[in-house]
């Protein structure tokens, strides 16, 4: 990011063009900030359980959430008036809150689909009726921090634009950026990121068990703590190498099946508030 630096005497124009050039970036900011915590931390902890291309969510809230952001930004700037930009910034508000439960939903199956084809025909997922009340308590989140950093936006940038030092340049952008990450980190774990990612989670907690006691003979009682029942049809599967992903849910997901692919073939098994169940052969 590169700044124009712009002397208080400077024709107006250059002036206004610099502040929607912050106002622009102010806005990728915070659309970043959003995205990190919405989508990215989802991705790094689905890394560490062998999820199957876990950053394909972020990658795509980044790009939407960081456009839209500087969107908003560049008009709130160009209007220069805080009312008006507040509405511009609770209209952006709205489509990050649809991306918070239609990006996992409806772009990110569709996404592996085309990346991994063997997994076509095997995600099925549904749309129900009930998400779009999740819609409207992601948006009541967002609303309120981005309503504050919107509002902040144009005090605080009149001080940067004009400043020659890069802490107070980035200062507003650090502030959208900790209001957001909150916003985030708060619709990651109470909207549709943490069930289906405690799924997945616990799927993978009990193939790690299977492989880390392959040969060896079991505790009965650690093996039923570990739901290792769930792959008795499955064993001769399971491998060290594999990677999973949500398959399917129900409308509270709380029943989530889980898509796994080992070296010799798929398995799908079903997680029950985020205890394995059952699992079967599904392709291979």
Known sequence: MKLKRIDPNTARSDIFRAKRQYGFW???????????????????????????YPWVKFMAGSVTSALAGGIAGWLTARVNKSLPGLVIWLVTALVFAWLTINLPLKFAPQAIEVIEPDVRGLLHYE????????????YTWIAICIAIAGLLQLPLSDSAVFSTSIMTKLW???????LMSICGAIVDNSMINEPLRSAVMAADNTIQFLVDNQGKEMDKAEARKMHV??????????????????SGFDEALG???????????????????????????VKG
């Open 26 to 52: 102010f806005g990728v900011a915070l659309g970043l900030g959003f995205s990190i915590f919405t989508w990215g931390m989802d991705a790094i902890a689905l890394s560490r359980y062998h999820g199957l």
């Open 127 to 138: 749309y129900f009726a009930e998400f779009g009340t999740r819609v409207g308590v992601a």
């Open 172 to 178: 507003p952008m650090l502030i959208a950026v900790v």
């Open 229 to 246: 029942g769930a792959f008795r049809t499955t064993m001769d599967l399971v491998s060290d190498q594999r990677r999973l992903v949500v």
């Open 255 to 281: 029943e989530i099946k889980v898509l796994v692919r080992f070296e010799k073939g798929w398995v799908e098994c079903l997680v029950l508030y985020n205890q394995p169940l059952a699992c079967e052969k």
